[in-house]
């Protein structure tokens, strides 16, 4: 993995906890393969040790409840790129595998930065790279590293989770490589969006409003010819939507405009045909 930059660098020095975190990334893989080659290393299953070690203090600033600010607010930036050096290794995936889970499936997840998005991608790559694409994405929709809800949990709570669901979901395939979760379409990811759409509640919209997010992702990232048959799915959404936007939430509405010229930008030969319908 890439270190950190010359401009990082200078953000860090501010910050004893942030410069040591950046300079990790630069010096603990190649710390780690010598510890590797080293006899007392392997007797004591070497560089998955030192990292078991390392990963709870590397996590400690992406875990915290609220970005830090003023000098401290290097380090969540600084961590998640150690982290990105730590999954360059194979011996370290027992490490750092269930943290990584963890921090994926929190709610707080998403208040991460823009300028952490790609470091981030790169690391829920990694993680879904160690099962098959399909069995990542059923692992994902399983929910079984999401927080768990409340036994009192209302119904603007359970709307809330199955939207973040969603979004996860959305950030899988955003971070995957093109085409790279095609084999999860049908069965899984296109019955999901479908079963999301028919969501009943208040807050309906909230969920609904992921879906067509979700479905912005799959254009981007996954080739046309899969995709057929989600169209008529997503015709038929934004064609209820903007048959009463009246009667619709602004947040949805919004949703469907985006979705809609995202279709239209990049999928003009597959969508454009059905332009006038929205005129």
């Not at 969006?193 to 799959?218: I, N, P």
Request: charged share 20%; hydrophobic share 55%; aromatic share 8%.
């Amino acid at each position: 993995a890439r270190g950190a930059s010359a401009l990082e660098w200078a953000a860090c020095m501010a910050d004893p906890c942030a410069l040591l975190l950046c300079l990790l990334c630069s010096k603990l893989l190649p710390l780690l393969h010598m510890l590797h080659g080293h006899r007392l290393a392997k007797r004591a299953d070497g560089v998955a040790d030192v990292v078991a070690e390392i990963v709870p203090l590397v996590l400690l600033p992406l875990e915290q409840p609220s970005p830090p600010h003023g000098a401290a607010r290097m380090r969540p930036r600084m961590a998640l790129r150690l982290l990105c050096a730590l999954i360059e290794d194979k011996s370290t995936v027992r490490a750092w595998r269930k943290p990584v889970s963890r921090l994926f499936g929190a709610s707080r997840f998403f208040e991460m930065s823009g300028g952490m998005l790609q470091l981030w991608a790169r690391v829920i790559n990694a993680l879904s790279s160690l099962e098959t694409p399909k069995g990542a994405v059923a692992a994902l929709l399983s929910g079984r590293d999401a927080e768990a809800l409340s036994l009192f949990a209302g119904k603007q709570a359970e709307a809330t989770s199955a939207a973040l669901l969603l979004k996860r979901l959305s950030f899988l395939l955003y971070a995957g490589e093109r085409d790279q979760y095609v084999g999860a379409l049908q069965g899984l990811i296109f019955e999901k969006l479908v079963s999301s759409l028919k969501y009943s509640s208040t807050y309906a919209h909230v969920v609904q409003a992921e879906v067509l997010f979700c479905v912005r992702v799959l254009a981007i990232r996954v080739s046309p010819r899969h995709l057929h048959a989600l169209w008529p799915i997503a015709l038929a959404e934004l064609k209820r939507i903007f048959a009463q936007p009246d009667e619709i939430l602004p947040s949805l509405v919004l949703a469907a405009f985006l979705l809609l010229d995202t279709l239209l930008t990049f999928l003009p030969d597959e969508f454009g045909f059905s332009a006038w319908m929205f005129v």
